[in-house]
Structures are given as C-alpha cells and as structure tokens.
C-alpha cells in the first residue's frame, strides 16, 4: 500500500467534518475509516495493483473513500459518473477495465464481460513507476472522446502547500478533471465537501444556504442558469465567499449580471485541460474576462494568437489518440487568446471560430450581447455554411416566456446591430426549447 503525504495529512484532520452527504456530517477519521474497509476488501478480492478499476459513481463518501483506497493500492482508476451513462461501455472497452465496483449499490466486485489480455505502454510506465493512475475522457464535443491517462502521484503534488480550508459544493463532475481538482484541494486543507443531488439553481442554491457554504465552482452555463431562476434571491446566500468558473468562455454580460446580484462575491475564472491539469489563476477583477496564468510547474507562449502550455503534471498521453505534444512537451491548447502585459483574455477555441468572409468571429461575444436582451434564457451561436461568404453566423435561441419568432429576430437582430459589426449579426436566428448544454453544465454547438 502506497503511503503518501495526502493521506498522511487526512489523518491529521481527524474529527473535523470531511463530507456532508444526505444531511449527515462525516469526519475525516470516519472517512479513513471506510477507506480501510474498502481497503481490506479490494484486498480480499484479489484487485492487485497496476489493475485498471472502474468506480461507477457520482460523490458520495463510499466513492471518495474507494478513490482513496485505490490510489493506496496503486490501482490505475477510470471514474464513470451517471452522466455519461450512454458511453459507459464504450469507455470500459477503450480503457481496458480489469474490474467495475459500483460502491453505493453493492460492495462486491465485478469482471467485465470481455478482458483484454493486451496493455497499454502507458499503463506500463505507471506500473514501472509503482504510481496510481487515472483515465479522464473528453467530453468529445470537437469529436470522439480521448482517454487521457495521468500520474495520480502528480495531481496530488500540486496540493502539498496549505492554503484555506473552505466548505465546497461539489458541482464539477466526479470523472471530470475540475471535480477531481476540488476533491483534491478541497481535502488538502481540510475543507467540508458537500456533493448535490441535482445540479440546478434551486437545489445548489438551498445547499449553499443550508450549510453556510464558501466556494462553489461552476461553469458559465450554469451561472447563466442561476441568473435566470433567480434563485439566488430565494436563498441567502451570504456565506459564499467565491465562485469559480471555467470549462467554456463566460459571455461578459452574464459575468456583468452576476457580479450585479452578488457583489460581495469574488468571482474568478479557472483554466486547465485534462491533458495538463488546472493552472493558477488571477482575475484582473470581479467583472473582468482578463486574467493571470500560470503558476508553479507551468510555462505559457502565445504562437499567431494561441496558447502554447507546457506542464509538470501533463497526461503521459492519450489511450486512442497520437500525442499532441511537441519534441519539447508543449502542448496546441488551441484557444485563441488576447494578451495585454500579464493578463489573457480566453477568446474560444480556434476550431469554434465563425469565418465570415475572411472576418473571424467568435461565438462567445455575440453570444453575450443577445443575452442581454430582455426574455432570452439562452443562447448558442456557431457557423452555418454560405456560398459566398463561407459560413455566416447562426444563432439558436430559448426564451423565458413564449414571443412571436418574427419579433423576436427583428428584436435580436436590432440589438446587435447597435451592438457588433454588420458580419458578426446572425443571418440565421431559430427558436428552440431543448436544453444547449450538456450533463456537465457546458455549452454543446454544432457548425451547420
């Protein structure tokens, strides 16, 4: 059994609260507690280390706890949280899973039906390493998911310095790289977290309110949700001290609004890839998209308008896919980015941009002026293919209250006049009444 700093330093925690889950408060020695029970089981069940496991779960202490266990096992871990339910068994395949536990409906141990005899290079360099492992996988929205391989050990590392020990929602997803990030930070200082039973506005909101909660770290999307439910007036929300957000570029009319509502809130925005962890970072100010990066173990260059970053706790590489770093271990993050002296303004991804007759439009700014307008509920704008431009913009809208689309295109479109250059108005505006995010809270377009 590995024997590391992290889990050293849970145990000096001892009886301050770890976890709230279901209204009941559980200690760090209590959770140290159930790790050695699962510890003993995975034991007893014959999981050797260097094995590939499956935890098939969303948060909850069995499945912190487990995670635990596991990286004292030296186990290569592959989370699969209830939101990517349709692609479970196509990730077991692609990551080679040796054994599923599923540790809230039963404890046992459960073999795939089909276990590939063959490895992966990487898993082997693990296994060489005597290190844990993890396998992320994409949320596939530019294309197939990548199965991403770390060095637990080096997650972990990041979070050997102290810092403030705050009471956390656990919102981000538990096999997404900013959930494990907030697991991670959250129990290196000796923080509360608190895992929701649904991610929408009225149930985070009466959460925060009912534990006196400090951070909540979210994506844009969600806080666009929460503004439109205006539920942060139905809820005191005074114990919050900080929202972070990342995983999408916020639209600056949403963060405006946001900061408006909870002024006494700080609100900082997050960067990081699975592929190379989560950097530090620095808001300019509570209503500014600029912000510093960077941070121990992080080298950053800006090559024709992209970010370049090179990391100490990048992935060894993907399972499905060629490696996307250089001779030198740096990696095309492709988001386009500004830079004024020591800030960056995230852009988008140089895949979303919008070509309308050699004029390049992102998605994210013209997103943000029509979410200014009076009665829209949300907004996702990408390309649509034109003969003569080449794409122009198309934006597809949902409303708070039923409107007329013909008034409703003129009204946008009037807006944005007043507002964007004539190639950035959207030629194309459809009404729609699905939901544009995924199950992870971000943003899902498709070019036309």
Not at 33 to 38: F, V
Not at 271 to 295: C, P, R, V
Request: glycine share 6%; hydrophobic share 40%; with cysteine.
């Amino acid at each position: 059994m590995l024997k590391h700093w992290l889990l050293e330093r849970l145990a000096d925690f001892n009886n301050r609260t770890a976890i709230i889950f279901d209204d009941s408060p559980i200690s760090y020695s209590q959770l140290l507690e159930i790790k050695k029970s699962w510890q003993s089981f995975i034991e007893k069940t014959n999981v050797s280390a260097g094995e590939v496991v499956a935890i098939d779960s969303d948060y909850t202490p069995d499945s912190i706890a487990l995670l635990l266990a596991l990286i004292a096992n030296k186990n290569i871990i592959v989370p699969l949280s209830p939101s990517i339910k349709q692609q479970k068994d196509s990730f077991m395949e692609i990551a080679k899973v040796d054994y599923i536990i599923r540790p809230n409906v039963d404890k046992e141990v459960i073999r795939p039906f089909i276990v590939s005899s063959e490895s992966y290079e990487l898993y082997e360099k693990l296994r060489q390493n005597d290190a844990p492992g993890l396998v992320l996988f994409s949320s596939g929205s530019t294309g197939k998911s990548k199965a991403i391989v770390l060095n637990f050990n080096r997650l972990m590392d990041k979070f050997f310095k102290k810092r403030k020990a705050m009471s956390t929602v656990c919102f981000l997803m538990f096999d997404h790289i900013g959930g494990i990030n907030t697991l991670l930070s959250t129990m290196a200082n000796g923080g509360i977290l608190v895992p929701v039973s649904d991610r929408f506005p009225e149930s985070v909101c009466s959460l925060i309110e009912k534990y006196q909660l400090q951070l909540l770290p979210t994506s844009p999307t969600f806080l666009n949700m929460l503004l439109i439910s205006r539920a942060y007036e139905k809820y005191n929300l005074s114990s919050l001290s900080l929202i972070t957000y990342g995983t999408e570029p916020m639209p600056n009319s949403t963060l405006k609004e946001l900061h408006k509502h909870l002024p006494k809130c700080r609100l900082k925005q997050t960067y990081g890839l699975s592929e190379l962890g989560i950097l530090s970072t620095q808001s300019q100010n509570n209503d500014s998209l600029w912000m510093k990066m960077g941070g121990d173990g992080y080298q950053l260059k800006v090559v024709d308008g992209i970010l370049w970053i090179k990391s100490e706790s990048a992935m060894l590489g993907y399972l499905n896919a060629p490696s996307p770093f250089d001779e030198e271990g740096w990696m095309n993050t492709r988001d386009k980015v500004e830079v004024d002296g020591e800030y960056f303004k995230i852009l988008g991804r140089e895949t979303d941009i919008i070509n309308v007759g050699g004029e390049k439009v992102y998605a994210a700014e013209i997103e943000s002026v029509i979410l200014e307008i009076p009665n829209i509920k949300d907004v996702a704008v990408s390309g649509k293919t034109n003969p003569l431009t080449g794409q122009v913009v198309y934006a597809k809208v949902a409303v708070i209250e039923e409107e007329d689309i013909k008034s409703l295109r003129r009204k946008i479109k009037k807006h944005c006049q007043t507002r964007l250059a004539a190639y950035k108005v959207p030629a194309y505006i459809e009404l729609c009444h699905t939901t544009f995010h995924s199950a992870r809270f971000k943003k899902q377009k498709k070019t036309a």
